[in-house]
């Protein structure tokens, strides 16, 4: 299970660096055909970001995985923006000695590991404060669904394993988020950029780690994210 999770971190890794690699030479041979900086009006965003959980299995972030990021930012103001995303990535948390007690007399044993995969769509609005010729720095707050599926060490899927959890306790794998979200972008002369941003995901769900009733922190599930992305121009200011 070990080997599969880093396999799928490393594939995650490799098709970021050859986006970023795409993305980079673009940024080369448009260089020499700027003579001033250009306002951009859309930016594609591709980036891949490390994920930490924090929930039951886990008092603080913990347990690192990746994910990758594509998105939209959109660019028409100085104040006040939007931004479109998609995520894929995963989770992942194991407390090899966590135990519930139900009563005196009596104690629960659910799932000790987890690796929960997920699927990721929202809308930020972006506050920028401080926008400059090259650099911006903002805040967002975001709302958008995550879809999940946690499975075990041996790739089971949770949900299906009602032993994990007290009896005629079920729940939804679809659930709202509400990102929050803090990041800086250096836009260069010919309108490409690196940006970096950290922040909350939210999901409104105690569920990522298939353990709620069952569970010692009385707080839903969290997910501290940490992106480092590439931006490249889709249109400019005519």
Avoid: C
């Amino acid at each position: 299970m070990k080997s599969t999770g880093r396999s799928s971190t490393n594939s995650l890794i490799y098709s970021f660096t050859h986006l970023l690699l795409f993305f980079f030479s673009l940024s080369l041979s448009a260089q020499t055909d700027s003579s001033g900086l250009r306002k951009v009006t859309r930016l594609l965003e591709v980036g891949l970001s490390a994920n930490g959980y924090r929930g039951d299995l886990a008092a603080k972030y913990q347990k690192w995985s990746a994910s990758v990021q594509l998105g939209m930012k959109l660019n028409f103001k100085k104040r006040v923006n939007s931004h479109f995303n998609l995520g894929i990535g995963s989770v992942t948390g194991q407390n090899p000695d966590y135990t519930f007690t139900i009563n005196a007399q009596e104690t629960a044993t659910p799932n000790q590991f987890f690796k929960t995969s997920y699927v990721s769509l929202n809308y930020d609005l972006q506050v920028n404060l401080l926008k400059t010729r090259h650099w911006t720095v903002y805040l967002s707050q975001g709302l958008g669904l995550i879809r999940f599926r946690a499975k075990d060490e041996n790739n089971v899927l949770l949900a299906s394993r009602f032993d994990t959890r007290p009896e005629n306790e079920t729940y939804n794998t679809i659930t709202l988020m509400l990102p929050t979200q803090a990041g800086a972008i250096y836009q260069f002369t010919n309108g490409y950029g690196i940006g970096v941003q950290g922040g909350w995901l939210n999901p409104q769900t105690d569920y990522l780690d298939n353990i709620s009733q069952w569970g010692n922190r009385s707080k839903k599930d969290n997910v501290l994210s940490f992106r480092f992305s590439f931006l490249a121009p889709l249109t400019f200011e005519k």
